[in-house]
Every structure is written in structure tokens, then in C-alpha cells.
């Protein structure tokens, strides 16, 4: 895929004031490649990302073209996760989503004041919009599955994102509280478009079953707290809003730790790391 881009994205070597060498890869020249890597056992799966060339629905189009040669005509079966470009079409988003794996979508900043400073050509809505659409639509897809497993898979793997940190004056406390808030806004997102009308009612009724599996996988509540990786006992880290059942999980994730040893396992990984170092 191309490495010209037309944003102005800071964070992006190749954006439009910036004058570094571009190419551009053909479809399938580009689907060549991971296809020999996987035929040789190199690789068991490709990350497919691009610049925007034209237009999101062009580079879109044309990262469809090489998913499609990879799929269909290579009979790729290893992972692929792909990139989906803001402002990019929902009809076309979907057809990315029975041909991937995995789909991201770049929260890119903490706040809309840094985005609007650092990426002004990017917005919330065309950030969360696709989200909320994966979302949707892999709900879905999990319950025609589910009813019969040969139903085709929306981006089975699920959806992931990523942010720069760094280049923003926010605290972590703030980009923790973001990353919460992504999912609340998500799931109060769907509830909206479920009880707006009776179309979307008689659709949360089939619908049902995979949206709890999402809720439930997006709730704090149920993790209760994340370990603090080098200390030299378990130390979790609760949400300071948890609730009774949160603070149950977070017991939980201790005796878990304990019982795995995992502040052991990992001064014994360290050890072995620096064993090398002192000889």
C-alpha cells in the first residue's frame, strides 16, 4: 500500500508537508510477498495497513484487492488483521470484515484537543463510527455462527485499537479513564441504536446473546484489576470506582497470581536474561 499520504497528521512521517521518498505497492504485487513468506512457513499471518491514497474508500478499495488476491485467489489461511481507514465507507468496512480477522481503528490521541492539534484532518466521529459498526456487526455475526457454523465470520478475532502517548500533555490517569470510556461509549452507543426504534428492538432480541458476550468482555468489573508487573509480590491495581464485584475479581486476579507465582516465574526470566550479561 502507499506511503504517500494527504493528512497532516503530525505523528506521520509521510504527511503532506513532509517530502520523504514514496512508493506505491500494485494489489498484487503487494499480496505476492506474504503469500511465498507463508508458503515457505516465514510467517503465520500479516498486519495490512496504509497512507491514504485519494481518498479513504480508494485506499480502502484497493486494501480489499489485496485481501480478496490473499483469500481467495492464494488461499491464505493465515491471520490477518487490517487497518481500516477513518472516513471510510460502511459498506466497504463490512466487506473488509469477512476478509480479515481482526479490524482496528486508531483512537490515535487521548483527547479531541490534542487530535484536533496534532491530526486535524481526524475527528471522534469518524474514529468512533467505524467502531461502533465492528462492534455491531461482529454481534451479529457471532449469532448467526452460533445457529450454523457456516455462516461467514465478521472479523472473528475481534477489534483492537492503538494511541500515541507521549506527544500529548495528558497524564496516564487520563489515558487510563479514555481507554474506559471507549467502551462505556461503545456499548451506551448500541444500547441507543437498539431502543430507537422497534426495527432495532426486534434486533437486540437476536442480537442478544452475542451483545452480553460483548458487554461482558468490555466490562471493568469483571477483570477487577490488572497485577503491577516488578514488584517482588502481587500487587493489583483496582479501578477507584470499583464496585463490590469488582473488588471480588481483583482478590481473584491476586490469588491467581499466587497461585501461578508470577513475580517468581518472572525475577527467574529476568535472571536468566542477565546470566548471559554478567559472563
Do not use: W
Not at 461502533?132 to 450454523?148: D, H, L, P, W, Y
Not at 483492537?160 to 481507554?179: C, F, N, W, Y
Not at 479501578?239 to 497470581?257: D, E, L, P, V
Amino acid at each position: 500500500m502507499p506511503t504517500s499520504s494527504p493528512s497532516d497528521a503530525v505523528s506521520c512521517l509521510t504527511r503532506k508537508p513532509t517530502d520523504p521518498p514514496r512508493a506505491t505497492s500494485p494489489p498484487r504485487g503487494l499480496a505476492g510477498l506474504p503469500r511465498e513468506f507463508y508458503r515457505r512457513n516465514y510467517i503465520e499471518g500479516l498486519f495490512l495497513s496504509s497512507a491514504v491514497l485519494v481518498s479513504p474508500d480508494y485506499t480502502t478499495e484497493r486494501m480489499l484487492s489485496v485481501l480478496r488476491l490473499l483469500r481467495n485467489e492464494y488461499h491464505f489461511g493465515g491471520y490477518i488483521h487490517a487497518k481500516t481507514i477513518p472516513g471510510t465507507s460502511p459498506e466497504l468496512i463490512r466487506q473488509m470484515g469477512f476478509l480479515a480477522d481482526r479490524l482496528s481503528v486508531n483512537v490515535e490521541l487521548p483527547s479531541e484537543q490534542s487530535l484536533h492539534l496534532l491530526a486535524p484532518d481526524k475527528g471522534r466521529h469518524s474514529i468512533f463510527r467505524p467502531m461502533k459498526q465492528i462492534a455491531v456487526s461482529g454481534a451479529a455475526s457471532r449469532e448467526e455462527v452460533a445457529v450454523s457454523r457456516k455462516a461467514p465470520r465478521f472479523a472473528p478475532a475481534g477489534q483492537s485499537t492503538q494511541m500515541i502517548v507521549g506527544a500529548s500533555p495528558e497524564t496516564d490517569h487520563h489515558i487510563l479513564k479514555l481507554t474506559e470510556g471507549v467502551a462505556k461509549m461503545l456499548l451506551g452507543m448500541l444500547k441507543q441504536m437498539f431502543l430507537a426504534n422497534l426495527g432495532g428492538k426486534l434486533a437486540y432480541l437476536l442480537l442478544k446473546g452475542g451483545v452480553s458476550d460483548l458487554k461482558h468482555q468490555m466490562d471493568s468489573e469483571e477483570y477487577g484489576g490488572a497485577p503491577f508487573l516488578g514488584a517482588r509480590q502481587p500487587v493489583i491495581k483496582a479501578h477507584g470506582s470499583s464496585k463490590a464485584k469488582g473488588i471480588k475479581n481483583a482478590i481473584r486476579q491476586a490469588k491467581i497470581c499466587v497461585e501461578n507465582d508470577l513475580c517468581g516465574t518472572m525475577q527467574k526470566a529476568l535472571d536468566e536474561l542477565s546470566a548471559p550479561a554478567a559472563e
